[in-house]
């Protein structure tokens, strides 16, 4: 309604035609929002339980909404483009077994191709495991495009999420934790707008938690198999956390056993166990086909070849934050990170946990904490302590690295929410109707930023998402790396790029990354090494156009090559 556009064109008060600001709008929409639930609720009850009791309908539901609702912002927010050295590393990872090998030849000048968590001897291969290309491949070879698989990721963890929720807690509550993982991890999140890999983890771990409770409840040998399916998978994706994860298992199946049933126990494991081998197998064959050793893994190699990055060459301390690149705040905060003690770095992590929380479900944590008197949801907590623990020895944190037990992080909501809603004042359901509250709660937080993004052209949006948090779709897509691409897109024929860095460069934002088949790539990203090097590859690419690429001006400058003086006078 274009007559209420000029409403919405400030959110400062003394600006706004009503004397609105941010706060005043939030506070109406989301009363309107709630007014408008209370009065369908009747309508809402009955079609949540028709719904809800059909399991089936209710995981492809599940599995298609976050997809539906990330294709809807494609006008907007095209397919993401990779902006950080793990994501480039996973995509060569892709494009390695999209060439049905697991390791590339080396170049003949791999001086030139030294980066982030690539190795160039003996072999050109991605130092991440099989499983972290494994579903952008697929995704490439289906949809074209890696990003297809990345998609896939986040709709099967979605649905898992409500699968393995199913094991647990009754199909309604199953059906909101569901959703939950639709809200918080679907098409604004960082897993659906990235090339992580973090939303495969996640499904890897749902198969697991959610085989658990049903192995326990019969002992079939189906649901060994899926446990073992589970395990491989996360083998496959995150070696090291896998270790946490069989821990925890083992811990699950052996002191929740009260009938002490070790003859389908042991036959149980044994099953879980050879489904998994093949993972172990193929593990073994990638670091015999990358590193040249069945034992030696292309990130210990990596390790043993580079050590550990250096400080970075700037001082952050003497320049405010937020004149800092994005990437230079990334360094900063590893740096900050690393830098400290293993209780340091505890205790710095945990503001990175509302990752795997909405505001408004941190109050069904506080009610998770009744739940306690039960010895499974004991071991929920013992199996996050763990993981927290464990991961803590990695310098830098990322939030895939408990990507296995983010299904863990919804069931404490939900069984907290669950809970709350048994509470009873006199005679009114008091806990049910507060637990509806904050699910509604979490559902205006989602349709608040969806529409602020699936209308980012408005200027209302514009005023809006300046105070957006945790903001993950596409915010590279304009960034200087976008605008230098397309720019070398739109030449003609073969390139060739010198990346040539200032003194003062920031570590970690590199440039040089090129595809798992270097010489037939269209544009080929090299170090500057100086001209007498450089000869060298320009003699090895004499049907490229090479140019000079100055990543440290603002904007990064793109000129042609100039050969040598020598050359030009012959």
């Known amino acids: ?73 494609l006008p907007r927010h095209p397919a993401p483009a990779a902006a950080t050295p793990g994501e480039f590393s996973r995509l060569l990872e892709a494009g390695t077994l999209r060439r049905f090998r697991l390791a590339n030849p080396p170049h003949e000048f791999p001086q030139f191709f030294e980066t982030f968590f690539v190795l160039q001897e003996p072999t050109y291969s991605s130092i991440d495991p099989v499983g972290q290309g494994l579903p952008l491949a697929i995704g490439h070879v289906i949809f074209g495009t890696a990003w297809g698989g990345v998609v896939l990721s986040v709709a099967a963890f979605c649905a898992l999420c409500y699968w393995m929720l199913l094991g647990w807690t009754t199909p309604g509550w199953a059906f909101a934790g569901g959703l939950l993982a639709v809200i918080e991890f679907g098409p604004l999140n960082l897993w659906m707008n990235g090339y992580s890999g973090g939303a495969f983890a996640a499904s890897a771990g749902c198969v697991v938690f959610g085989a658990l409770p049903r192995l326990k409840e019969s002992w079939r040998a189906r649901y060994a198999v899926i446990l073992g399916i589970g395990v491989a998978l996360l083998l496959l994706t995150r070696p090291y956390e896998s270790i946490f994860l069989v821990l925890g298992v083992a811990l699950y199946l052996l002191l929740l056993d009260a009938r002490r049933e070790w003859r389908p126990l042991g036959k149980a494991a044994a099953i879980a166990f050879a489904v998994a081998l093949p993972a172990i197998g193929l593990m073994l064959l990638e670091n015999q086909q990358v590193t040249g050793s069945w034992t030696t893994t292309p990130t210990a190699l990596s390790q043993y070849q580079y050590g550990v990055p250096p400080p970075l060459t700037f001082q952050p301390a003497a320049v405010p934050h937020r004149q800092l690149t994005p990437q230079q705040q990334l360094d900063y905060k590893i740096r900050s990170e690393a830098g400290g003690g293993y209780f340091e770095r505890l205790e710095y992590r945990v503001r990175f946990y509302r990752f795997f929380f909405l505001p408004t479900l941190y109050l069904a944590l506080i009610a998770f904490l009744a739940t306690l008197r039960e010895f499974r949801f004991q071991w929920v907590v013992l199996m996050l302590l763990l993981f927290a623990l464990g991961v803590n020895f990695i310098p830098a944190f990322e939030f895939h690295d408990l990507a296995a037990c983010v299904c863990l992080f919804i069931l404490m909501s939900v069984a907290g929410l669950r809970r709350l809603s048994f509470v009873r004042i006199g005679g009114w359901a008091a806990g049910r109707d507060a637990a509806v509250l904050l699910l509604l709660l979490c559902a205006a937080h989602f349709l608040l930023w969806y529409g602020a993004h699936l209308f980012d052209d408005r200027e209302w949006s514009a005023a809006l998402r300046q105070y957006e948090v945790w903001d993950a779709i596409n915010h590279s897509s304009g960034d200087f790396r976008t605008t230098i691409s397309r720019q070398l897109e739109a030449e003609p024929g073969k390139q060739l790029v010198f990346v040539r860095y200032w003194p003062a460069h920031a570590l970690r934002d590199e440039w040089v990354y090129n595809a798992a088949d270097i010489d037939s790539a269209r544009v080929v990203w090299a170090r500057d090494l100086g001209e007498p090097e450089d000869e060298k590859l320009r003699g090895y690419y004499k049907d490229r156009t090479a140019w000079i690429l100055e990543p440290d001006a603002r904007p990064p400058r793109l000129t042609r090559y100039q050969a040598p003086q020598l050359e030009q006078v012959q």
Do not use: H, K, Y
Not at 45 to 63: K, N
């Open 1 to 73: 309604m274009p007559f209420l556009a000029p409403l919405f064109r400030s959110f400062q008060p003394l600006e706004n035609p009503l004397g609105f600001g941010a706060s005043d709008f939030l506070v109406l929409a989301l009363a309107v929002f709630l007014v408008t639930c209370i009065l369908l609720r009747p309508w809402i009850e009955t079609a949540w339980q028709r719904i809800v009791s059909r399991p089936a309908w209710c995981l492809l539901l599940i599995a298609l909404l976050p997809v539906a609702l990330r294709l809807a912002l």
